[in-house]
């Protein structure tokens, strides 16, 4: 193995960094590698492998856990609509079901930012944990409202409280791997179908309908998952040689955090926290790219959201199938959109490329949704909801990675990725309003919207891999320094 990690950390300590002096009380003063403990590391490739896999052990599944059950929580409405709770409050009605699914984007787009400020303050165990526990205790409390004005002010806490939770994974986890390796791909929608079918046959228990069972059972776990990943998350490499929140053993070595800086800094040289200061994050707002990833995630997930929140609608009152047929056919398009997620993201990382991908899943997801829309039986419609749920579930890790591939230093890949889910939130709420209630059965506008989302982010991709081989290959020749670091390039 070639790679010095001792020259590495030397430089993590001493030499000014983007723009900024490094400070060496920055960092745990025992984080650093002697020469004996350095020969071994070189000598050994395994041992790299070895900190990574553990790593990826300590935070992936509890992170990959954390996030599913968000994302259960968050689009579980579509289901216990169609459960009951229409009826029984009236969001059936008028614009209702429309609202509440909306407010929930309000509080999650103002705190966004503030969320990811918590998150470096606060440190991973406390904030994510904290935040989970709290969002699993409201899921709770919407199983016992009386009115659907309740159920409204209860989206809007909760939009608060989950805001932190996307943003914040991908932050920490960019903050423990290199741009290549961290990607995060989950299939909520389709277990939320697979328990509210659980749920919903077992109809009314103890007084209480089903629909609340929905929420109070989907809640209870969201609340023990948040409590297990204060337990078991970890914090920042420059933090990891300390104790941790509850377990009092560091998680890791001086030698392995070293490690793991090292690499993180030989990346995309940003290895250090720098401060959150309004020149940073100034300088970070004026590059384009700042702000065209968002709008990328609010294309995309238009069409995500309009299919989470409307798509069990749409096949039990637009296709003909009951309920509990509703529930079972609203799985495999989220089974196949895991798959595919998987299979793209495994693709990416090999060719080291991420707009061509972006690009065909596009393309893929404009003839799913012309399908759905104009076809004239419901077996080719449902086909066409393959099609467009896959693609579009596949863009979503895609996107995080693209930009998280094109974007260096620790503000601004902080700033990005919550203006990131900023734009994911806007997303949410143009769903909530261009599939509207009197459009039903087949929502045609709110599928014309989601072709043209899509045949929008063709467009931007393909400008954007013209301009970034041009860069690059003006770096290759010495005329540019690309994001201020030496030996960057752009991912295209």
């Known amino acids: 193995m070639s790679t010095n990690y001792k020259t590495d950390v030397t430089q993590i300590e001493s030499v000014p960094t983007k723009g900024h002096v490094v400070d060496e009380s920055r960092l745990d003063r025992d984080i650093h590698l002697n020469d004996a403990i350095q020969a071994e590391v070189d000598r050994d490739e395994q041992e790299v492998r070895r900190i990574i896999r553990k790593v990826g052990f300590r935070l992936v599944p509890i992170l990959g856990l954390l996030y599913m059950w968000a994302l259960i929580d968050r689009v579980n409405l579509p289901n216990i609509q169609i459960a009951g709770m229409g009826k029984d409050l009236g969001t059936n009605i008028g614009n209702r079901y429309t609202l509440i699914t909306m407010t929930f984007f309000i509080t999650y787009i103002l705190f966004d930012y503030p969320a990811n400020i918590c998150l470096r303050k606060l440190g991973a165990a406390r904030w994510l944990g904290l935040i989970g526990t709290c969002w699993g205790c409201l899921t709770i409390a919407m199983g016992f409202c009386q009115s659907w004005q309740a159920v409204l002010a209860c989206r809007l806490i909760f939009g608060g409280f989950e805001a932190g939770m996307a943003p914040g994974s991908i932050y920490l986890l960019s903050c423990w791997y290199t741009r290549y390796e961290a990607c995060i791909g989950v299939f909520g929608s389709g277990l939320s179908s697979v328990l509210a079918y659980g749920i919903t046959t077992m109809g009314p228990v103890g007084g209480i309908a089903a629909w609340r069972w929905i929420f109070i059972i989907e809640g209870i776990i969201s609340a023990a998952v948040g409590i297990t990943a204060a337990v078991i998350l970890v914090d920042f490499p420059d933090k990891a040689t300390r104790p941790g929140l509850f377990l009092k053993k560091s998680f890791l070595t001086s030698t392995e955090a070293a490690v793991i800086l090292a690499r993180v800094e030989r990346d995309r040289a940003d290895a250090v926290p720098e401060p959150f ?69 495994v693709l990416n990382d090999r060719i080291r490329m991420r707009g061509p991908t972006l690009v065909v899943q596009a393309g893929i997801i404009v003839c799913g949704a012309c399908t759905m829309a104009f076809a004239k039986n419901s077996a080719a419609r449902f086909f066409g909801v393959f099609l467009a749920v896959g693609g579009t579930n596949s863009n979503i890790p895609t996107i995080y990675s693209y930009q998280h591939n094109n974007i260096t230093g620790q503000t601004k890949r902080a700033l990005a990725t919550a203006m990131l889910l900023m734009g994911g939130g806007f997303g949410g709420i143009a769903a909530s309003f261009v599939f509207r209630t009197q459009d039903k059965p087949k929502y045609l506008p709110g599928m014309i919207a989601v072709i043209c989302s899509q045949a929008i982010t063709v467009v931007l991709v393909s400008c954007n891999g013209l301009y970034f081989l041009r860069r690059n290959r003006m770096a290759d020749r010495g005329e540019v320094v690309l994001e201020n670091t030496p030996g960057f390039r752009y991912t295209y």
């Open 277 to 345: 200061t309004l020149p940073n994050i100034m300088r970070a707002l004026s590059d384009w790219k700042m702000w065209q990833f968002p709008f990328l995630l609010f294309c995309n997930n238009l069409t995500v959201y309009s299919f989470s929140y409307f798509l069990p609608i749409i096949l039990h009152e637009s296709m003909g199938y009951s309920t509990k047929m509703t529930y079972v056919l609203s799985v495999p398009p989220y089974i196949l959109a895991a798959f595919w997620m998987f299979g793209a993201g």
